[in-house]
C-alpha cells in the first residue's frame, strides 16, 4: 500500500508500482492478481465445508442435544447415541449443501452481468471485468463508468467526476492530471476514487489500489450492514422470534411435566431437546435461500437477472412502476428528419453546428449526439478545430463547446429548446444576418417547436455566440446567444410496450413515465401508445412543491416531464411516502440515484454502468413484457416461500399442543427422541420440492407483501385442527386399540407425518385442492417421505428405532382419520387463508 499516493510526484508511484505507466502485460497483470487477489470489495471467499458445519453444530440446541445423547450412550443407550448423531449430521449437510447450490447459481447469474472495464493489457484496449483489475494497470474511463479502484489521473479531458457515495458531495468535481492533490482526499483534483462516477468527459487513470484495499473498501463493509432490512427480512425475523420464544416455553413446560410426573429425567431431557431442535425454524433460511435462487434462475430465464435476491419479495410486492421513456417506451432508434433555422426551412448551418458541437464533446454521448453525427457524417467537419467544452449535465441541459474554423472562435451551445431560447437575445436569419429576438420572434420559434412536440418529436436548440479571442469557456458565459435553429428527431413508438402496459396494470401495477424530455413530446408518445397515463407535472412545478405537497399529488399524476435527477429522486421518495412499494426502471446517470432509492431499482443490459451499479435488477432486454414476466415469477417466489412458513408454522404450533397435552396425560412419552428427530428430518426433506411448484392464480395476480395478521391468524385455525386429530389418534390407541408403547408410537409416528406432509396439498392452493395440481417435484419429494415413514415400522430396523408394527385395523384408522383431517383442513382453509384484493 502507498499512504497518500495522490501527494507524491507521479514518478514516484510508477516506481513503486514497477510500471512506466502505458499498462501491463498480461502475464505482470496475472502475477500480481495471484499476489493481491481479485479487485473486489469483499472478496467472495469461498466459505470451507467444515467452517459451515462448525456454525451449525456450535447451534446451542444441537450441542445440548449431541452431549445429552452421549450421555445416554455411555449409559448404555448406544443405539440412541449413533442414530442421534447421525441424523444431526446429515440433516446438517443436506442444509448445507443446498444452501451452498443455491448460492452458487446466484452467485453466477451475478457474474454474468457483471461490470467491465476498458484496460490497456500488452499494449492493447481489452474489455475485461472490474475485478481482474490490479495495482499498475491502465484503464480508460467515460461518462457513464463507474471508477473501479483507486488511482491517479494520467490524462483527463473535462472528467467530470461525482464522489457522492464517497464524500456526500452532490456536485460533480473535475479531474485532471495536473490537479491539485488537496488535503482532503475528496478534495484531490489527481485522484479518483473507487465508487465513484463519471459524469462527463473522459479520463485516463492509473490503477493503484484494489479491492478492500481502496477508500470505499474500508467503508462498504460499514455500509453494507447499514442497509436497512426489508419489510420481508423484518417479517421473517420477527417470526423466527416468535417461534424461539414459544419453543422454550413448551419444552420446559414438557421437561417439568415430565420431571413432576417422576418420569425418568434423561429422557425426558433428550425428548425435550429434541422437540426444540424439531420446533425452531433453523431451515427457514436455507429454505427461504433455495427458493430465491430457484426463483432468480427461472427469472433469468425470463431475462431478468437478479442482482439482489431479496429484492424478488419487492418485485412481487410493488405496486408503482416509474419508468424513463427512452428505450423502454420508444424503440431508441433515434434519427434526425429535419433541421430548420427561424424560417422553418431546413438550414445546412444549423445541421453543422450541431454536429461539431457533438462531434467535439467527450460526456456521455447521448444517442441525439450519435443521430447528429449520422446524419452529418457526409459532411466534412474538417477545418474546425476545438479549443473547450463544457460537457452536458442534466440541471443545465445543454453542452457548451468552443471551436475555430478559418480563424474564427465560435462558442457553440445545443440543449434544450426552451432552456436556450431564454439565453438568447438575438437570432440568425437564413441569410446570415443576425436579427434581434424580439416577442414575435420568440413567438414564432415557439411555435414551430410545438408544431413538431406535438406530433411527438424531440428536439434540440442550436445556438452560438462570437468568442473573440477567448480559449475558455468561463463558468456562466452562456448569456447573449444567437438562435440558429432546432435540429427535430424523430424516435418510433415502442409498440409492445402497450400490451405490457396493460399486462402490469391488469396485474395490479400502476405504471407511471418519468422523463427528462419536453412535456408534449412526452403526451403524444403516451398518447400513441395508448397507455393509461393521466395528469401531468413538469419539472418546474415539482420544484415549486415541497415534500409533503409532492407527496400528496404524486399519486394522480402518472406523467411527469423535463424532470432532473434529483427531481426523480424525490418522485420516487414522495410514492413511498405513500406507502407504494416503487420500482424504478432507467438507463442513464440521470436515472441511477432513483434506482438507487426505488424498493426495486431496475436497469437494462446496455445501459450505463452507473445504472446497472445502482440496480438490484437487470433486464436482460429493453422491453417492459420481459418485466412482465419477472413480476410473475417473483410473485411465485414469494407465494412458495410463504408455503413453506405457513407450513412450518401451523405444523408446529399443532405439535406444541398437542405434546404439551400429551405429556400430561399419556404414562409415557408419547415419541422417544430419536423419533422426534426422525420425524423432523423427513418432514424437511419432504419439503425441498416446494421451490419448484407453481404458484396460485390468484397469488400472482396482485401486488403482495409481508402479512403478520394474515400469517397468525392461519397459524391459530390450522394448528389447533391438526392437534384435534392428533388426540383423536391417542384416544383410538389408547381407549380402542389398547396397543403397547412401540406400536403407540410408530401409529402416532405415521398420524404425524402422514398429517404434516399431506396437508401441503391443500394450504398450496386457494382452490380445492383437487382442481390445481402441485409440480411433480413436489408430488414425488412430499410422496417418497410419506412411504418410508409408514415403511419404517414394519422394516427390519424398527426394533432398533423403537417401533413395532401396528395392526392393519390400526392402520385403517389411521388413515380414515388423516383423511378426515384433510377434509376438514379444506373446508377451514378459506377461512384461513384470507380473500385478499
Ligand atoms: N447530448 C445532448 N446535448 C444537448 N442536450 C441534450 C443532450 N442530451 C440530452 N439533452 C437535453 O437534456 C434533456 C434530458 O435528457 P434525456 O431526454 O436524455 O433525459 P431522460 O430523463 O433520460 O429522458 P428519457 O425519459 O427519454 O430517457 C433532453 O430532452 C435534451 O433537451
Ligand atoms: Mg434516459
Known sequence: MIADFWQRPLAETLDALQTDGKGLSTDDATRRRSEVGSNEVQATRRRHLLVDLGRRLANPLIAILLVASGVAGLTGDVASFVIIVSMVLLSTILDIVQERRAEATAAALKRSIALTARVIRDGN???????????????????????????????????????????????????????????????????????????????????????????????????????????????????????VRLTVFLVLFVLLAHLALGRPPLQAFLFAMALAVGLTPELLPMIVTVALARGAQRMAAAKVVVKRLSAIHDLGQMDVLCTDKTGTLTEARIAMIAHPGIDGHDSDRVAELAAVNARFETGLKSPLDEALLLHGAGRALDGWIKLDERPFDFERRRVSVLAEQDGRRLEIVKGAPETLLALCDRAEAADGTLIPLDAVLREQIMALHDGHAAQGLRMLAVAWKDAGSRTRIETDDDAGLVFAGLCVFIDPPKQSATTAVARLEAAGVRIKVISGDAAAVVEHLVKTLALPIEGVLTGEDVARLGDDALAARVEQVDLFARVSPDQKLRIVRALQARGRTVGFLGDGINDAPAIRAADVGLSVDGATDVAREAADMILLAPDLNVLVDGVREGRRTYANIMKYIRMGTSSNFGNMLTMALASLVLPFLPLTAVQVLLNNMLYDLSQTGIPFDRADARDVAAPRGWDMPALVRFTLIMGPLSSVFDIATFVALERVFHVDVATFRAAWFAESMATQILVVFVIRTAAPFWKDRAHPGLVMTTLACLAVALALPFLPIAATLGFAAPSLAVMATLAGLVALYLVSAEALKRAAIPERG
Do not use: C, W
Request: proline share 6%; glycine share 12%.
Open 125 to 243: 484496449e481489452d474489455e475485461r471485468p472490474v475485478s481482474d483489475l490490479v495495482p499498475g494497470d491502465v484503464v480508460l474511463l467515460a461518462a457513464g463508468d463507474l471508477v473501479p479502484a483507486d488511482g491517479l489521473v494520467i490524462a483527463a479531458n473535462a472528467a467530470q467526476v461525482n464522489q457522492a457515495a464517497l464524500t456526500g458531495e452532490a456536485y460533480p468535481v473535475e479531474k485532471r492530471a495536473d490537479g491539485k492533490p488537496g488535503d482532503a482526499v475528496g478534495d484531490a483534483a489527481n485522484l479518483l476514487l473507487q465508487g465513484s462516477s463519471m459524469i462527463g468527459g473522459a479520463a485516463t487513470m492509473l490503477v493503484v489500489e484494489t479491492g478492500a484495499r481502496t477508500r470505499f473498501g474500508q467503508i462498504a463493509v460499514s455500509l453494507e450492514a447499514s442497509q436497512p432490512p426489508t419489510a420481508f427480512e423484518r417479517g421473517i425475523h420477527k417470526l423466527g422470534v416468535l417461534i
